[in-house]
C-alpha cells in the first residue's frame, strides 16, 4: 500500500483536517500520479456537506487533478513515467454496458460511474478518495494526457468545470451562426463563454450582476443582459438557440424560457436545491427544450483537452494553500472567487 497525505472531512459538514490513508498498489494496468494541483468544485462543498446523501466519511474531495506520472503499471501503453496526466470526477465504470461501450461511461447502465471520491473501489471494496491528497492511482481507461504548452495550476478546472460545459456544447453541435446564452459567471459559466465562443458562436451572458459585465466581455462573450431589468429581457425575447444554464440557486425558468428560439434548447447543468416549477405552455408554444448534461466521457473529455490547449483556452483560478481550504468554501458560498479556487498541492507537505 502507498501511504498518502490529504485533507478531509471527517464528518459531514466538519471542516476540513489533514488525513492520512493509504492508496492501493499500482497495477498491471495502473498509473501513479504525483498530483500537482487540484481544483475546487461547488460539487466538493455539496459532497462534504452531505447534502446529496450517501456520503462515505472520511471524505477527500476533490475531482480536478493534474500531476505528473511517476510509475506505471507493467502492462500500460498510453503513459510513461514523466508525462503529464489529469483525472476528472470518476476513475471507472462497468466497462460493458451499451454507455460504455458508446464512450459515454457517465452514464454507465450497470454499476454507475465510480466516483473519483466519495465512490467505491470495484476490486477492492474499499472507499475513493479525491485529489485533495498527495497522490493517486488510477487505470490508465479513465486517465486523461495534458498538454504541456499550458499552465497545468488553471488547466485542473478543465477536469470538471471544462467539460460539464463542453460536453454540451458539442452534443448540440453548437457553432457558427448559433446565439448562445449563458446563465451565471461562475466556474462553470466562464468555461462555457471562453467555450462557446472559441466554436464560433455569439455568446450571451445573462447575469443579475450588472458589475459582470466588464469580465463577461473579457472573457470572450459578445453581449451582456441584466436579467433584473425587463427592458433588457425583452430585446432577447426569443432570441437564443441555446441556453447555459450553470445556476444552482432557486430561479423562475418561465422568464428564461421565453428567451429561445422557436426549437430552442435551454441546458441544464447546475442543480437548484429545489425542483424548478415550469408551465407546459412556456414550452409548447415554441416547441422548446429542457434539457440535462453531465460531464463527458473519458473520450469526449480527453477532446476537449487537446481543444483547449489547440486554442490556449484555461479556466481563470485563484490559487491557494490546502490550508485555506475550510475559507475557500465559505467564499465560494458568497461567489467570492474568480472563478476557480486550484490547490497547490505542494502546500500539503508545508
Known amino acids: 500500500m502507498l501511504p498518502t497525505k490529504a485533507y478531509a472531512a471527517p464528518a459531514p459538514s466538519v471542516s476540513l483536517a489533514p488525513f492520512d490513508f493509504e492508496r492501493r498498489e499500482v497495477g498491471p494496468h495502473d498509473v501513479l500520479i504525483d498530483i500537482q494541483f487540484c ?41 510513461k513515467v514523466g508525462d503529464l ?8 465504470s462497468c466497462r460493458t ?5 458508446e464512450g459515454l461511461e457517465q452514464y454507465c447502465e450497470t454499476t454507475g460511474m465510480v466516483g473519483t471520491y466519495g465512490g467505491t473501489e470495484k476490486e477492492t471494496g474499499r472507499p475513493t478518495y479525491g485529489g485533495y491528497s498527495s497522490q493517486i ?9 495534458v498538454s504541456e504548452k499550458l499552465d497545468l495550476a488553471r488547466v485542473a478546472p478543465l477536469l470538471c468545470a471544462g467539460i460539464t460545459t463542453y460536453s454540451p456544447l458539442r452534443q448540440w453541435k453548437v457553432g457558427p451562426g448559433h446565439r448562445v446564452g449563458v446563465m ?41 443582459v441584466v436579467t433584473k431589468d425587463e427592458a433588457q429581457l425583452k430585446e ?5 438557440d441555446f441556453i447555459i444554464n450553470t445556476v444552482s440557486a432557486p430561479l423562475d425558468l418561465a422568464s428564461y424560457l421565453n428567451l429561445l428560439r422557436r ?4 441546458i441544464l447543468l447546475g442543480v437548484p436545491p429545489e425542483a424548478p416549477q415550469v408551465h407546459a405552455f412556456n414550452l409548447i408554444g415554441k416547441r422548446r427544450r429542457i ?3 453531465l460531464i463527458g466521457g473519458i473520450a469526449e473529455t480527453q477532446e476537449m483537452l487537446d481543444f483547449c490547449a489547440e486554442h490556449n483556452i484555461m479556466s481563470d483560478i485563484e490559487l491557494i494553500d490546502i490550508k485555506d481550504i475550510n475559507e475557500s468554501y465559505e467564499r465560494m458560498l458568497k461567489g467570492d472567487v474568480k472563478y476557480r479556487f486550484v490547490i497547490d498541492l505542494a502546500t500539503l507537505n508545508n
Open 263 to 266: 426549437d430552442g434548447t435551454m
Open 85 to 92: 496526466a489529469g483525472v476528472g470526477c470518476m476513475v471507472d
Open 97 to 101: 454496458c451499451p454507455s460504455c461501450q
Open 236 to 240: 432577447v425575447r426569443s432570441y437564443f
Open 291 to 293: 434539457a440535462g448534461s
Open 39 to 79: 481544483g475546487v468544485c461547488h460539487s466538493d462543498l455539496h459532497q462534504v456537506r452531505d447534502e446529496w446523501g450517501a456520503g462515505i466519511f472520511p471524505m477527500v474531495p476533490g475531482h480536478e487533478i493534474v500531476g505528473r506520472i511517476t510509475k506505471v503499471g507493467d502492462h500500460v501503453k498510453n503513459f
Open 184 to 224: 451565471g459567471l461562475g466556474g462553470l459559466g466562464h468555461m462555457a463563454v471562453k467555450l462557446a465562443a472559441a466554436m464560433g458562436a455569439e455568446v450571451t451572458v445573462l447575469s443579475t450582476s450588472p458589475n459582470k459585465e466588464a469580465d463577461a466581455k473579457e472573457l470572450g462573450a459578445h453581449k451582456f
Open 137 to 145: 492511482v488510477v487505470d490508465e481507461k479513465y486517465t486523461l494526457k
